[in-house]
């Protein structure tokens, strides 16, 4: 328990302890005078002393209650920073989830953001062949809501590079795999998640995605991600081809689990509406002050109304 005011405390104390010790003063002034006439003294007596010093631990504990005192609880809540990584490349203009996969995971990944309390800054990472940073970490959520509805589909995709830019969004550096595949050491971030948004198209194979993951999973920060499109797929138009795009959840899962996340499958809008109560950000404790001058209080009020009962039943005064 902490003190907001000690001095206060010593002061009430003080002045308790002088109650005290003049009532004790008194009892034995009142016992030797008792003796000298020769009489004994009264239960009565014992009675009237019990409602003083019911006053007197009132005036002690309300010494306490004013000298504002806490206690340090450990409290629970979600906060840290999680980035948004956005699948903008040519494939999320599929149409197998309405009105295309990449306007689907938008309007997913608002819903995220609206669902988000303040204390979780929110980034966005628009990523096709290399990295676009959108938006940093912010706590202003309508920032990075905007930010998302900017995004626009068109390129190709890189998963491993889309982990690596929110990486850089989380620690505010560049970070880049070794030329020998080394991974670099960024630090821990434990309270930091990545939530990649993508039908897992990855043009730069399954290695650069493998070694960005591991990356992540090094510093402590989970990646969730969500598959945005259908096994079955669909044919899109990309600058005048006609390709075929499937959603490769196999690759998607690969990365969240090498990273402790979790992969959750959206094969139609109304699946991926319930992506932000499905994704669990993990709690972060801290201590945070609780004031206990109100229970001190009450006490003391319940102390010094006992002593007034007391003195009053077997004095017929207050004093």
Request: proline share 4%; no cysteine.
């Amino acid at each position: 328990m902490s003190l907001a005011d000690p001095v206060l405390l010593a002061a009430g104390l003080l002045v308790a302890a002088g109650l005290a010790w003049a009532a004790v003063a008194a009892a034995r002034r009142r016992t030797a005078a008792l003796a000298a006439a020769g009489i004994g003294a009264s239960g009565g007596h014992g009675a009237r002393l019990a409602g003083v010093w019911f006053t007197i631990a009132g005036l002690a504990v309300l010494a306490i209650a004013v000298a504002g005192p806490s206690a340090s609880v450990p409290v629970s809540h979600a906060s840290g920073t999680v980035i948004l990584a956005m699948d903008v490349s040519g494939s999320m203009a599929a149409t197998d989830v309405a009105p295309s996969r990449l306007a689907a995971a938008k309007q997913a990944a608002l819903s995220f953001i609206d669902a988000q309390p303040d204390s979780v800054d929110i980034g966005v990472v628009a990523f096709q062949q290399g990295g676009l940073e959108a938006a940093l970490p912010t706590a202003d959520h309508a920032t990075t809501s905007a930010a998302v509805r900017r995004l626009a589909a068109g390129g190709g995709t890189s998963l491993g590079d889309a982990v690596l830019a929110s990486l850089a969004a989380i620690t505010h550096r560049t970070v880049t795999i070794g030329r020998d595949g080394s991974a670099p050491d960024i630090g821990s971030w434990p309270s930091a998640t990545i939530v990649l948004f993508s039908d897992g198209q990855d043009e730069a194979g399954a290695g650069g995605a493998e070694a960005a993951a591991a990356v992540a999973e090094k510093a402590g920060v989970h990646i969730d991600t969500v598959g945005v499109g259908t096994t079955a797929g669909t044919t899109v138009d990309v600058d005048g081809y006609h390709l075929f795009t499937a959603l490769d959840p196999a690759t998607l899962t690969s990365i969240s689990q090498a990273t402790g996340g979790t992969y959750h499958p959206a094969s139609d809008a109304s699946e991926l509406d319930g992506i932000a109560s499905s994704i669990n950000l993990r709690l972060t404790v801290t201590n945070q002050p609780l004031p206990l001058a109100g229970a001190f209080i009450a006490l003391a009020l319940v102390l010094l109304a006992a002593g007034a009962v007391l003195t009053v039943t077997r004095t017929g005064r207050v004093v």
